[in-house]
């Protein structure tokens, strides 16, 4: 195997690993309160509602797995397991608080993994502004009263936005770099565990709602979609996109989503 692929495989690894941490976390709390069962299904359920349909297999899967309470299943170490948990609601029921701790501890062992092994691609990168941050910056350019990186969040999380900022997220979906919004649904994706290309739509949902210029409809449509599912793969802080079981000679099986 060349030192770029092993370096892209350990990669992926990494990222299972955090997503299988996270996970255990959710199981340990939902079978101390299994109210958090029930706050997943409803999750779930919004994610229906807009998800790809080559995405709905596993959310279907999911649904299954919370009903009937199948922790087994859900932390599976298996590739199966890596792959359905990257449509998984059940990091949603995790507080940003400790969501933050395991992230914390996972960068550790990373960056300790990658200066004993000398696995220098791989290495955590430092800390960027996060693009909420700049989102909000963004907006506020022409107004007196700054729009907070929070209520960029809460608006395109629940495509409702408050009249006293519905100037300052107009002005984002309408003038931001097309880069900006594309980092905006990792970050969101990253934090609450929602697919991508749910996001997405309901971000496109509230541009045609708000009457956004009409001339960027080329960016909402599939082109720019598929570099929402394409930005899965580049952003380190999250997962990554769903991968596919190798068959025996190496492929992948194209039976499964």
Not at 89 to 96: E, Q
Not at 170 to 199: Q, T, W
Request: aromatic share 6%.
């Amino acid at each position: 195997m060349s030192s770029q692929r092993w370096q892209r495989e350990m990669h992926h690894l990494f990222h299972d690993v955090l997503s299988l941490l996270r996970h255990r976390e959710a199981v340990r709390r939902m079978r101390e309160d299994p109210a958090l069962v029930q706050r997943a299904l409803a999750t779930l359920r919004r994610w229906k509602l807009t998800v790809d349909p080559r995405s709905l297999p596993l959310l279907l899967e999911w649904g299954r797995i919370l009903e009937e309470q199948d922790w087994e299943s859900a932390l599976q170490e298996t590739e199966r397991g890596d792959q359905i948990r990257q449509a998984s609601p059940m990091v949603t029921v995790l507080p940003p608080d400790v969501r933050m701790e395991i992230l914390r501890k996972w960068r550790e062992l990373y960056g300790q993994f990658a200066e004993e092994s000398g696995f220098r691609a791989g290495r955590p990168k430092r800390e960027k502004t996060s693009a909420l941050v700049l989102a909000a910056q963004t907006a506020s350019t022409s107004y007196t009263h700054k729009l907070p990186p929070s209520e960029v969040e809460a608006a395109l999380m629940s495509g409702v936005v408050q009249d006293s900022w519905s100037p300052h997220i107009r002005c984002l979906l309408e003038e931001a770099p097309e880069s900006l919004l594309l980092n905006v649904v990792e970050e969101l994706h990253a934090k609450s565990g929602e697919p991508m290309d749910a996001i997405w739509k309901r971000m496109h949902a509230m541009a045609q709602e708000m009457g956004c210029r009409h001339d960027r409809q080329d960016f909402w449509d599939a082109p720019a979609a598929g570099k929402v599912a394409q930005a899965i793969r580049l952003h380190e802080g999250s997962a990554p996109a769903a991968r596919r079981p190798r068959c025996a000679d190496g492929g992948r099986d194209s039976r499964l989503p």
